[in-house]
């Protein structure tokens, strides 16, 4: 099917209402209070409250970072100790069954006031994205290190946002959460076009290759490791970022940055699935530029991917890849922190999906051969 764009039709009108219901966020933010401790919940196997004498336990990490805020440019100094080691102390919940689980896991980051950034593991796992987010509880301030006063007891830093968006200060919870999915793999084999679900203005439109021919297209060279093997490939296709902002990402504008809330579940035909967080991705805050590759560059000649799928991800940065999924057949766009959808409210947003896909095929437009 191809994409198409323009004015909403009913159709599309009436599910982007009922996707706005489904997956916007509840809640507004309380009055901030300093932290004091922190809990490790959700999808662990010892869940656990650390206050700052248990984080001074463990191995301690100075980072110096630069980012904007309301206030403009800052740069700071911290002191803390990896997330990944505060996550690992409480036991991430996995299913050796499931190849690489880990990647299907994410982490909400909330302050005392209900502020909410979700982390995706596979951008911290050591063997993945290995980003160096910490819990910060202690800033450098004239060479004299401190506690963080009004950002509480602990505070995440990320690295290389541009944003401090995920910054998340009087640090209350790390909630470690498994991602809702309710596409189911193909059985394999080679695929020729996804489908952008969940959480967007326009759900169901199904991109192939000559959509994304149509967009404009970025080419990168990565290494990573596959099995016991690095390669290093030059891949061309389009932002990852982009193509999911131009279908449009269903958000509450009453939640501040709620666009962190929301991660991306991409599904190969075989099943295997890889989370990213939307502030990962969204170049105001990670800018991280994962893209959908849909040709590689061999011998200086741009070849289509083959065995891979029409499209696959790409996660520059990235060790391994785990993250780099192949025969694309879906993005889901889910609210971290919103009620997952009843069975039944997915039946009825099949079957709306139904009658846009018939709406959309009447609409295409004509072959440009």
Request: glycine content about 14%; charged content about 15%.
């Amino acid at each position: 099917m191809r994409l198409s764009i323009g004015v909403m039709n009913p159709v599309a009108r009436t599910l982007a209402v009922g996707a706005a219901i489904a997956f916007a966020a509840w809640g507004s933010p309380a009055a901030a209070v300093p932290s004091t401790e922190l809990t490790i919940s959700g999808a662990v196997q010892t869940p656990k409250t650390m206050d700052r004498d248990d984080l001074l336990a463990l191995p301690a990490l100075t980072q110096t970072v630069t980012f904007t805020s309301g206030g403009g440019s800052q740069t700071h100094t911290y002191t803390g100790t990896s997330l990944w080691g505060v996550l690992g102390g409480a036991v991430i919940q996995t299913d050796p069954a499931v190849r690489n689980d880990i990647l299907r896991k994410y982490v909400i980051a909330t302050g005392t006031d209900g502020y909410k950034a979700v982390i995706a593991a596979g951008e911290i796992s050591p063997s993945f994205g290995n980003r160096a987010y910490s819990v910060a509880y202690d800033e450098i301030i004239g060479g004299v290190s401190q506690p963080l006063g009004g950002d509480g007891f602990a505070r995440t830093v990320l690295p290389g946002d541009v944003k401090g968006g995920r910054y998340v200060s009087n640090l209350a919870d790390l909630e470690v959460g498994s991602a809702h999915s309710v596409v189911a793999g193909t059985g394999g084999g080679q695929s020729t076009s996804f489908s952008v679900l969940g959480g967007v203005s326009t759900p169901g439109l199904t991109f192939d290759l000559e959509d994304l021919q149509d967009m404009t297209t970025i080419t990168q060279t990565v290494s990573f490791l596959s099995g016991s093997t690095q390669q290093t490939r030059t891949y061309v296709g389009v932002s990852l970022w982009g193509l999911l902002d131009s279908v449009g990402i269903v958000a509450d504008s009453s939640i501040k940055n709620d666009i962190l809330r929301k991660y991306v579940v991409a599904t190969g035909s075989d099943g295997y699935k890889a989370v990213f967080s939307m502030g990962e991705l969204n170049p105001g805050f990670g800018n991280q530029p994962d893209m959908i590759a849909f040709a590689e560059v061999v011998g200086g000649n741009e070849v289509l991917l083959s065995g891979d799928g029409f499209a696959r991800i790409v996660v520059p940065g990235d060790l391994r890849g785990g993250r780099y999924v192949s025969n694309l057949i879906s993005l889901e766009v889910y609210d971290a922190t919103a009620p997952i959808p009843e069975p039944g409210t997915w039946g009825l947003m099949a079957a709306g999906l139904g009658m846009l896909v018939l709406v959309l095929r009447r609409n295409r437009s004509p072959s440009r051969h």
